[in-house]
Structures are given as C-alpha cells and as structure tokens.
C-alpha cells in the first residue's frame, strides 16, 4: 500500500442502508461459494467482474444509484454542459467522414448524449443514429428518461459486428477487471481472493506462464522494480480495444474516442508507483479495500494507454490523437465557448467552477486523457497540434 492509499478516508457499513448490506451479503456469499468450488482461491480479474458485473448484484448491474451528488462519484459531462458540447465540436470532423452516426459505451446518466445531441442540432448537422451499448439496467431508465423525445437514440445489447461512425467511451476502460501482480524475490505473483474465518481475504500464488509472458510484455524491464511491487495487468481492456478495432475496420471508416484516467506505460510502471492505482468509490468516498461492501462500491484502476494504443495498431486501427484532457478541451475551444457565454452571463461563476475542475492539472486537466483512434479517417487540425502519441 502505498502512501496515496493510506491517506485515504476508510468508510463504514454505517452509511449503507440495510437492503444495500443484504444485497452486498448475498454476492458475497456467492464468491466465496466460489471460491471453495476452485481450490480456496479466485484472481482478482475474476473478484473485479464478480462485484461489478454480477447479475442483479453486481455494481453495474444492480439498482443502486452510481453517478452524480447522489451517487458514488461524478464523471466531466455531470460537471458541466461545456464538456458534452465541446466534445461534439471535437467529433464533428470525424462524423462528417463517418455519416454522422455515434455509439457510446456505457453512456452514465445520458447527459453526454443530450448534450452532443443538443449542440450538433444547433450547429445544423444533427446525429441520424446514436447508439448506445449499457450494461447497467439502472443507468439504462436514467438515459431512457434523459433521452426521452430524441428519435435518433437506441439502445443496443451487444457491439455490432461493424460500424461507420464515431465510438465514444467515456470513462470505461477503468472499470474493466484487472489482473493484479506483485514482485517477489525477482518474480511475478498474481494477486487472488481467498476466504478466511468467513471473509475475503487478497493470497498471491505464482504467475501461470500465459500470464507471466503477458507482464514481459507490459512490463519489459522489471529488474528495476522494489520486492513487493504491485500493479495491474490490464488483460480485458486491451482484448476490449482489439474488438473495437476488429468492428472498425470492418467498416468503411470509423473513429473512437476513449476519455479515461491513466498514463503511459512507462509512468504506469514507474518504481515509484509501488501500490498500484486501484481505487474504491462509495458515496464520494475514496478507498482501497475492494472488499468493502461487494457490489455496493466502484472498483477501478488507472489505465495503461501504451497497451491501448497497442491493441488499436495491432488491429489495424491508427492513434490519431493521444493527449491531455485540459489540452483537448482547450484545443476544441472550450475556453472560447466559456468566454463566449459569461459574456451573455457575468454573474455564472458556476461555470468557471467547473471548467476548473476540466482543465486544472491539481483535478481532472492532466490525470484525464484523452485518446482518438481512427480507421481510413484525417484528424482536425487541432488534434494534430495537439498530439503527445509519441510518448507512448
């Protein structure tokens, strides 16, 4: 554990409600069935998917409310409508190549979409599709009342073999499970879930070979690294980009856009990062023990845009634009649209709180990147300019 991590406020089953406690038990008695059922021992890609993903219990997939004050955590378009707009006039030279067709994985409350919607009407070249991919059923009713009366919207149960358009995915690839390793007496050791005395507990046991072949790749020179390093693998996000690129190329042309907290490998891999980054969120509260309340709380990890970027090259899909989120918003005029509406608002200090929290490096300007591929498809200038790939 890392100094990061140790700052961090712990949380209590006090503030959950009680249904919300039976819920979490539930899930939880059903990985530890599991875990007896394979030998005493889970990955914790396995655990990850299990308190995200689990039907009618998982995080995503159950009832409880995830996103805005309300919720467990606030992405950039609940911040302000400047995000969602801006982004459409980001994308617009891509949809103009593509037939104006958009797909959004994992769309939260819906608030992204009525904005880019909203803006790409008023500047007279509307959206003539808008797709949206959702894993959650209680995000999936919030983005039907959101949407209700835009005619273009549909809602879709799986990634369609291929696509002309725009992909959007906004704070997605963090919530994809992760293989968590730790550095031992010069090898690598995969992180599991166990269960002890009736809770869950992390074990470690030696890296498979498949696995071991796979950190060699992420993380060539490991030699440098301290004894008891720990970081992740991020196994199902870059199988995620190889998909996305599949159904891309399969089309005439296609971009995507991928919005997301993380770093190139190299900063990732740094000796200095010696807790990893995963992260638990619950009622605005950042911890790290993914074994609070399963099911009730986010998990997630940064993103490693190095193995993005190589999933999309190896499937044949270019890294248009690789940059931070306080460049690009700034580089799609952002500040321009900002100065152009306190102009009609002076007093709308509101929305200079929140373009703060877009574009200052202390919160989400540097963190946040933003990363656009592209298939048979020429950048705006402005991503051009922009473009920091090369660090990769």
């Known amino acids: 554990m890392n100094e990061r991590q140790k700052s961090l406020p712990s949380v209590t089953h006090d503030e959950a409600p009680a249904e919300g406690i039976a819920v979490s038990v539930r899930l939880k008695q059903k990985i530890i069935r599991e875990i007896v059922s394979q030998d005493g021992w889970i990955s914790f890609a396995r655990y990850m998917e299990r308190v995200l993903y689990e039907p009618v219990l998982g995080y995503y997939s159950g009832g409880s409310l995830k996103l805005g004050r309300d919720g467990d955590f606030v992405t950039a378009p609940e911040i302000s409508t400047l995000y969602g707009r801006t982004l459409a006039q980001a994308i617009l030279p891509l949809l103009e190549q593509t037939g104006m067709r958009i797909l959004e994985f994992g769309a939260g409350t819906g608030k992204l979409a009525r904005d880019i919607m909203d803006e790409l009407a008023d500047t007279g070249r509307p959206v003539v599709q808008y797709d949206i991919l959702e894993l959650s059923g209680e995000l999936r009713q919030r983005q039907q009342q959101t949407l209700a009366g835009y005619e273009a919207v549909c809602w879709l149960t799986a990634l369609p073999e291929r696509f002309d358009g725009v992909v959007l995915a906004n704070e997605v690839l963090d919530a994809m499970p992760v293989q968590l390793v730790v550095r031992r007496n010069g090898c690598w050791h995969e992180l599991g879930v166990a269960c002890e005395d009736g809770e869950l507990v992390m074990r470690e046991r030696q890296a498979d070979d498949a696995l071991a072949q796979t950190i060699a790749c992420r993380i060539p020179d490991a030699g440098g690294l301290p004894e008891g390093y720990v970081t992740e693998i991020h196994t199902r996000a870059y199988g ?115 373009v703060q929290t877009l574009l200052s490096p202390a919160e989400m300007g540097e963190l946040f990147k933003v990363m656009v591929l592209g298939y048979r498809i020429e950048p705006p200038a402005f991503m051009s300019a922009i473009d920091r790939s090369g660090r990769l």
Request: hydrophobic share 40%; with cysteine.
């Open 240 to 354: 995620f980009v190889r998909t996305l690129a599949d159904m891309l190329v399969s089309g005439k042309a296609g971009a995507a856009v991928l919005s997301d907290y993380g770093f190139p490998a190299h900063e990732y891999y740094h000796p200095d990062r010696s807790g990893g980054t995963l992260m638990c969120h619950y009622r605005h509260h950042a911890h790290a023990d993914p074994f609070h309340l399963p099911g009730l709380q986010d998990v997630t990890t940064h993103v490693d845009f190095t193995a993005v970027a190589s999933g999309a090259e190896t499937g044949g899909v270019d890294v248009l634009c690789y940059a931070n989120q306080a460049a690009f918003l700034i580089g799609a005029g952002l500040l321009e649209r900002l100065e152009n509406g306190m102009e009609k608002n002076a007093a709308d200090t509101g929305q200079l709180q929140a």
